[in-house]
């Protein structure tokens, strides 16, 4: 860096003979190529017909470059993160809807009152998800799980859960309550 006349710190210039890209890239600047060729690359995917020689040709790249064009780094880095974010999208949804998992019904009783009947195994998963959620997202607010090791040597290695989440001690209460109270029904 230099300064001016003004006491400012300003960029030194370089008057040497170097050789610039044509593409506007340099080790400072990503070649704008590589955003186009993403561009094109992800409307591709979106409507299920993915190319990335397409994608890289119609970007401007040479046709030798646009052939391996899924072996360069930067081009596998992406794939990897958009195949990612993609398994991170299902697994939302499939949360989701694990949560609104119906796991009530009404019966109806011979003498015609009606009793809501209650589904263990589906009642076990909206409580596991519930735990999962609230652990992960809601570390912030409070509610995780932190594990201890005891590495004392002459027992084996003792692994303790401790939960700072009273929901998820609850969730587990109100299952074993609802678990009980079935097998006294039987």
Same mark, same amino acid.
């Given at each position: 860096?230099?300064?001016?006349e003004? @006491?400012?710190? /300003? &960029?030194k ?11 506007g890239?340099?080790?400072? +600047? &990503?070649? &704008? ?6 561009? +094109?690359?992800?409307k591709?995917f979106?409507e ?9 040709t119609? *970007?401007?790249?040479s046709?030798?470059?646009? +052939? ?10 992406r794939k *990897? ?6 398994m ?6 499939n949360l =989701?809807? *694990?949560?609104?998992m119906?796991?009530t =019904?009404m019966?109806? +009783?011979?003498? @015609? ?13 909206? /409580?596991? /998800?519930?735990?999962?959620? /609230? ?7 409070g509610?995780?799980?932190k ?12 692994i303790?859960s ?8 609850? =969730?587990n209460?109100v ?12």
């Amino acid at each position: 860096m230099e300064y001016n006349e003004e @006491g400012e710190l /300003v &960029p030194k210039s370089y008057t040497g003979n170097f050789k610039r890209n044509p593409n506007g890239a340099s080790r400072f +600047l &990503p070649d &704008p190529r590589q955003e186009i060729c993403w561009e +094109l690359y992800v409307k591709g995917f979106r409507e299920g017909k993915p190319n990335a020689k397409k994608a890289a040709t119609e *970007a401007g790249y040479s046709p030798n470059t646009a +052939l391996v064009i899924n072996g360069i780094k930067w081009f596998i880095d992406r794939k *990897a993160k958009l195949k990612r974010k993609s398994m991170f999208s299902k697994a939302e949804r499939n949360l =989701s809807r *694990a949560l609104d998992m119906e796991y009530t =019904s009404m019966k109806l +009783l011979e003498d @015609g009152t009606e009793v809501e009947e209650i589904n263990i195994d589906k009642l076990k998963v909206v /409580v596991d /998800v519930s735990k999962l959620i /609230v652990t992960t997202l809601g570390k912030d607010d409070g509610y995780s799980t932190k594990v201890i090791e005891d590495k004392n040597f002459n027992h084996d290695i003792k692994i303790e859960s401790i939960s700072y989440a009273d929901p998820i001690k609850i =969730s587990n209460e109100v299952v074993q309550n609802i678990l009980n109270d079935e097998i006294r029904e039987q």
